[in-house]
């Protein structure tokens, strides 16, 4: 069986050929840790091989892993559904949030970050296929949640994130991120973050544009349910 950082080192070469492949400029193309699920010795394993940034979609799982490395330099990011009562400790304990659907919870999120006096960034979730199943905002709501987002001086809004339908091919895969990446090219050209490509389609997110992968199984290995 494959190690954690064999693996890392693996994702790493994959994706600077990638960006070599689709003509984007050398490490414009960030890899995110999904950890979710996965034990603080997995972490740490990635951590020692250099990887920086990881992202938790549990809530209370996440701050026992942010307390464990706390002394560490680590971007934490949150990439899983908000619910209001929790925005305090998201914006006490990450850096990123990459799932803001609701206009409530970005007004929340910078209450709480002009009380600590932090610029936290921000994506907008953006359902892009338009399941019913998946979180986010249409891409017909995404103006004018840009607009709101964009009043609230603690929150710097980054970009967008998108979790597509999933397909087997990267033709399908490459289509499905089409209709977001348009939209961000002619409304929105001030964005530098676009989150999108998991485990099974980050090459079809690098070849539009990604330049940010969310990687989970595809690094650690399968999640224990
Ligand atoms: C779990 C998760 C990922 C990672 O998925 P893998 O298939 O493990 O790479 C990425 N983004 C979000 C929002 C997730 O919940």
Redesign the pocket.
């Known amino acids: 069986m494959k190690s954690v950082p064999d693996r890392l080192q693996a994702l790493k070469k994959n994706i600077q050929e990638y960006e070599q492949c689709f003509d984007r400029p050398k490490k414009s193309v960030k890899l995110l840790a999904?950890s979710?699920k996965q034990s603080i010795d997995s972490i740490k394993l990635a951590y020692e091989s250099g990887q920086r940034a990881f992202?938790e979609?549990y809530l209370q799982e996440a701050i026992g892993k942010i307390y464990h490395f706390k002394e560490k330099d680590i971007s934490w990011h949150f990439?899983?559904k908000i619910q209001s009562n929790k925005t305090l400790a998201i914006a006490e304990n990450f850096d990123w949030v990459?799932?803001i659907e609701r206009e409530k919870i970005a007004f929340r999120l910078n209450e709480h970050r002009a009380k600590m006096k932090k610029v936290l960034n921000v994506l907008i979730q953006v359902n892009i296929s338009g399941e019913d199943s998946k979180s986010g905002v249409s891409l017909e709501a995404l103006p004018q949640m840009v607009a709101r987002v964009k009043t609230f001086r603690w929150l710097r809004l980054r970009g967008v994130?998108g979790?597509p339908a999933q397909y087997d091919s990267f033709k399908l895969q490459r289509e499905s991120f089409m209709p977001l990446i348009e939209a961000i090219n002619s409304y929105h050209p001030e964005f530098d973050s676009l989150s999108i490509g998991?485990?099974?389609d980050y090459k079809a997110a690098i070849a539009v544009g990604s330049t940010m992968v969310?990687?989970?199984?595809?690094l650690f290995g399968p999640?224990p349910s």
Do not use: A, D, Y
């Open positions: 999904v979710k992202g979609n990439i899983g990459h799932t994130m979790m998991t485990s099974q969310r990687i989970g199984e595809g999640r």
